[in-house]
């Protein structure tokens, strides 16, 4: 577990390196590329070596998810988050971004409201419009530097029944939030009373930074299962994106059901056998890996946080609870955000999120992907100050 190993990955069609992807994004293919959140390290070594002995067996052919699989699954969320995860509520897909978007289709109708809560992971209102379903915002708030999800909003915007579904992002990407056990508890109770759907995306609930703690939403009430999918997957904890394999967790057996039959008809449900063997490495006793990452990334949010306090250019860090992503208040500034975006991607040479990609509430924000070295980290901060230095002297 070498964390300050730096990896090069030019060798690979990395997508957040590909010159195309940085000029097409940010109008500089010389960017250092920071928005995807994918991590610079590599997988525990236990899945490597798991992938390398499945790789010189030489034969990949179908197969199916081993009992060692749900095992390991199960037992992780069990021993970390006391979630007792039912392997008969566990439906497989490729992704993420795909069984939210299954879901979507199967809860609600055309032109139906799905509530996010903005500024969030800028796909959800992709998947929302391909869809052909109308996006409602439950802005969060910020107050004293911290991110407040807004519940008379939210049960006013559950009250409308033409809205259906309720996007939750836990822990929230890009803020870094980790809702708390009673947050968790006043949404289920607004969506329960209004009958609104809740997709619960969990695939950052690994990041968590103590003393926080990840709740799962499907544990915090019998009444809220019913009427919920969470969506897992090990790919951004172990850093294995590239493998594409994702879960959804539907506790009502009717939803289970129709999820179950649409992944049949459009044959989503094959299993890739790389992905299942570096799953079920990762998920098995693991938990030092991930725990040493932890710290790791703790290290790379005190290093951003001092820098910026300490040098002094106009930018703060929103404190994450947890994941392995920085959201930069950059309002300090006065930049408008195409300004933000020009002098990120032009003057700092860096590529970063752009708050508004997450919703207008995210204008004047940035969001870094910290999942690096510490030494890459510290190389990015000091373009940004210098870059900011040059603006100042002008
Ligand atoms: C909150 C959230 N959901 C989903 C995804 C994408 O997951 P997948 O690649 O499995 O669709 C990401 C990736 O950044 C994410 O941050």
Same mark, same amino acid.
């Given at each position: 577990?070498?964390?300050?190993? %730096?990896?090069?990955?030019?060798?690979?069609?990395?997508? %957040?390196?590909?010159?195309?992807?940085?000029?097409?994004?940010?109008?500089?293919?010389?960017?250092?590329?920071?928005?995807?959140?994918?991590?610079?390290?590599?997988?525990?070594?236990?899945?490597?070596?798991?992938?390398?002995?499945?790789?010189?067996?030489?034969?990949?052919?179908?197969?199916?998810?081993?009992?060692?699989?749900?095992? !390991?699954?199960?037992?992780?969320?069990?021993?970390?988050?006391?979630?007792?995860?039912?392997?008969?509520? =566990?439906?497989?897909?490729?992704?993420?971004?795909?069984? $939210?978007?299954? +879901?979507?289709?199967?809860?609600? &109708?055309?032109?139906?409201?799905?509530?996010?809560?903005?500024?969030?992971?800028?796909?959800?209102?992709?998947?929302?419009?391909?869809?052909?379903?109308?996006?409602?915002?439950?802005?969060?708030?910020?107050?004293?530097?911290?991110?407040? $999800?807004?519940?008379?909003?939210?049960?006013?915007?559950?009250?409308?029944?033409?809205? %259906? =579904?309720?996007?939750?992002?836990?822990? #929230?990407?890009?803020?870094?939030?980790?809702?708390?056990?009673?947050?968790?508890?006043?949404?289920?109770? =607004?969506?329960?009373? #209004?009958?609104?759907?809740?997709?619960?995306?969990?695939? #950052?609930?690994?990041?968590?930074?103590?003393?926080?703690?990840?709740?799962?939403?499907?544990?915090?009430?019998?009444? !809220?299962?019913?009427?919920?999918?969470?969506?897992?997957?090990?790919?951004?904890?172990?850093?294995?994106?590239?493998?594409? &394999?994702?879960?959804?967790?539907?506790?009502?057996?009717?939803?289970?059901?129709?999820? #179950?039959?649409?992944?049949?008809?459009?044959? $989503?449900?094959?299993?890739?056998?790389?992905?299942?063997?570096?799953?079920?490495?990762?998920?098995?006793?693991?938990?030092?890996? +991930?725990?040493?990452? +932890?710290?790791?990334?703790?290290?790379?949010?005190?290093?951003?946080?001092?820098?910026?306090?300490?040098?002094?250019?106009?930018?703060?860090?929103?404190?994450?609870?947890?994941?392995? +992503?920085?959201?930069?208040?950059?309002?300090?500034?006065?930049?408008?955000?195409?300004?933000?975006?020009?002098?990120?991607?032009?003057?700092?040479?860096?590529?970063?999120?752009?708050?508004?990609?997450?919703?207008?509430?995210?204008?004047?924000?940035?969001?870094?992907? =910290?999942?690096?070295?510490?030494?890459?980290?510290?190389?990015?901060?000091?373009?940004?100050?210098?870059?900011?230095?040059?603006?100042?002297?002008?």
């Amino acid at each position: 577990m070498n964390f300050d190993e %730096k990896v090069d990955r030019s060798n690979y069609p990395t997508l %957040k390196l590909s010159k195309v992807f940085l000029s097409d994004h940010f109008g500089n293919a010389d960017a250092f590329p920071m928005s995807v959140a994918d991590m610079d390290f590599k997988a525990p070594p236990s899945v490597i070596e798991a992938l390398q002995k499945r790789a010189a067996h030489g034969i990949y052919g179908y197969e199916y998810k081993p009992e060692t699989y749900f095992a !390991a699954l199960t037992a992780w969320y069990q021993n970390r988050y006391g979630w007792e995860i039912d392997k008969q509520q =566990i439906e497989t897909c490729p992704s993420i971004l795909n069984a $939210i978007s299954i +879901l979507i289709n199967q809860h609600s &109708d055309e032109g139906d409201g799905v509530i996010l809560q903005s500024p969030v992971f800028f796909e959800f209102r992709m998947v929302i419009k391909s869809n052909v379903r109308r996006l409602v915002k439950n802005p969060l708030k910020l107050i004293d530097g911290r991110y407040q $999800i807004d519940f008379d909003d939210l049960a006013a915007k559950a009250a409308q029944p033409e809205n %259906k =579904i309720l996007i939750l992002c836990n822990p #929230h990407n890009p803020i870094g939030r980790v809702w708390t056990k009673a947050e968790l508890g006043e949404v289920a109770a =607004i969506c329960e009373h #209004h009958g609104v759907f809740v997709i619960a995306d969990e695939v #950052h609930s690994d990041f968590v930074f103590p003393p926080h703690r990840y709740t799962p939403y499907l544990t915090i009430s019998q009444d !809220a299962t019913q009427r919920t999918a969470a969506c897992i997957s090990p790919a951004k904890t172990f850093n294995i994106a590239g493998m594409v &394999d994702a879960m959804a967790i539907i506790p009502n057996e009717t939803h289970r059901r129709r999820f #179950h039959e649409f992944a049949h008809r459009y044959q $989503i449900n094959k299993v890739n056998v790389f992905a299942s063997v570096a799953a079920e490495a990762a998920y098995t006793n693991r938990a030092d890996w +991930l725990d040493a990452l +932890l710290v790791y990334l703790q290290g790379n949010v005190e290093l951003v946080r001092n820098f910026l306090r300490e040098n002094r250019i106009g930018v703060s860090l929103v404190e994450p609870d947890g994941t392995f +992503l920085a959201w930069l208040d950059f309002r300090e500034l006065g930049f408008d955000a195409k300004e933000l975006e020009r002098f990120l991607a032009l003057e700092a040479k860096l590529a970063l999120s752009q708050g508004y990609w997450y919703g207008r509430e995210g204008a004047g924000f940035a969001r870094m992907t =910290i999942g690096y070295t510490r030494a890459t980290v510290h190389m990015a901060l000091e373009k940004l100050a210098s870059a900011v230095q040059k603006i100042s002297a002008t």
